[in-house]
């Protein structure tokens, strides 16, 4: 963003256009010096006053009251001297404007009584009959004056518009890079429970048909390896669906159907279905309403990560049980395993390195103003547990969706 200087004292070629000003303003003297009153025209200590009153002019921008002062100590004398009146009004006309515009209201107001009673002081003492010239005088100063106070305020006004503007811009900056990291941090959370979902799934659906086929050649059990690569061929079906959903996002930042559809809580049997082909025994309980997309989008989300981290760290065959309850204001959802453990070195491979699925639940939970606790389960019982409670913040009463009953855990083969 371009920086406007504002201040007059330090405007680009400032000096160099006040030098030529001075030039101007001289030759303007020397033609009122000439051309009227020719019975005052100054002598030669006249014009070396008058010259010599010109010369401050260059520096009226960075000292003004200097500037002022310097000329009055010149032009004092010159007028003392009877020389002619009007050859240096222009130059004192120019350095009062500047300190008018330049100072304080109350400076500018005791600088021009100053002024004025020192240009009333030398008149009085060369002509104590110059009383038109006085009111000329006068008039001058005082229009000057109030001039200068009128642009300084309006110079002031200009720049209060200019800052609001730039301030505004900068906001404007601040909130689109607020919003970019934002949606990048949204991305980055997809990403990751998208992928760490499937992943894994396609893990322990790999290890599921390589098991078979190692297990006994001889007794081939054909179609449980169809099965087996069936549902691996499903999950990567979803999974290219729901990436492509979120490459959408990057694509086409401002359609309006970008994003798509949000998932929500009419997406949780299909999350417990695929941890049941993943070894889980699942069990799905749902007692809620209808709630904002973006608290039901919060909910699915961290019910698949907690299946995927019960799925990967809960052991062979974990009974995992999601219940998810609306109340007053809040949805309340819980995700609880049994937590024997991996105790299998290929369930050991799969789990790796730690990464970032409890701290992306509790920046879900945060999104829509949540909290979320993950850790232990209490009493000693061995296992897991994952609790969040969402907000749902009053909406326009819909006819609420009947309970969705617990669904029975299935027998595994084998």
């Not at 330090?10 to 009153?37: E, K, M, S, Y």
């Not at 002022?68 to 010149?74: H, S």
């Not at 000057?144 to 301030?167: K, N, P, S, T, W």
């Not at 990048?184 to 790999?206: C, F, K, P």
């Amino acid at each position: 963003m371009a920086v406007i200087n504002r201040d007059p004292r330090t405007a680009p070629h400032g000096t160099r256009n006040d030098a030529v000003l001075a030039a101007a303003l001289l030759a303007v003297a020397a033609c009122l010096a000439l051309f009227t009153d020719e019975g005052r025209r100054p002598d030669a200590a006249g014009w070396t006053l008058l010259v010599a009153a010109h010369i401050p002019i260059v520096w009226r921008r960075r000292h003004p009251l200097l500037v002022l002062a310097a000329v009055v100590v010149l032009v004092g004398p010159y007028h003392a001297l009877d020389n002619n009146h009007a050859a240096p009004g222009p130059a004192s006309y120019v350095a009062l404007y500047t300190l008018a515009v330049t100072g304080r209201p109350l400076r500018t107001l005791l600088t021009g009584v100053a002024v004025l009673t020192f240009s009333v002081s030398i008149m009085l003492t060369v002509d104590a009959h110059q009383a038109v010239e006085l009111l000329r005088i006068s008039g001058w100063v005082v229009a000057i004056l109030f001039a200068g106070v009128d642009v300084r305020y309006y110079r002031q006004y200009v720049a209060a518009i200019v800052e609001r503007a730039e301030r505004a811009e900068r906001t404007r900056e601040e909130e689109a890079r607020r919003r970019v990291a934002e949606e990048r941090l949204r991305v980055a959370r997809d990403l990751h429970d998208l992928l760490a979902h499937s992943i894994t799934l396609i893990g322990v659906q790999t290890s599921v048909a390589a098991h078979v086929l190692t297990a006994d050649p001889d007794r081939l059990d054909r179609a449980t390896v169809a099965k087996a690569l069936d549902d691996i061929a499903e999950t990567c079906r979803s999974a290219r669906g729901e990436l492509r959903t979120t490459l959408e996002v990057l694509r086409e930042q401002d359609a309006p159907d970008a994003r798509g559809p949000l998932p929500g809580l009419h997406g949780l049997p299909d999350l417990v279905e695929a941890a049941r082909l993943a070894g889980a025994r699942a069990e799905l309980s749902v007692d809620a309403g209808t709630v904002p997309p973006a608290v039901g989008a919060a909910a699915y989300r961290i019910v698949q990560e907690a299946l995927t981290n019960a799925v990967r760290h809960a052991g062979p065959e974990p009974t995992v049980r999601v219940e998810v309850r609306g109340e007053r204001g809040a949805l309340r959802l819980s995700v609880t395993d049994d937590g024997t453990g991996p105790d299998d070195p290929a369930a050991t491979a799969l789990v790796g390195t730690p990464g970032f699925g409890l701290v992306g639940m509790r920046e879900r939970a945060r999104s829509v103003g949540g909290t979320l606790d993950a850790g232990p389960r209490a009493g000693g019982a061995g296992g897991f547990a994952v609790t969040a409670l969402l907000p749902t913040p009053t909406t326009p009463s819909a006819p609420a969706a009947p309970p969705m009953p617990a669904t029975p855990t299935p027998e595994r083969d084998g």
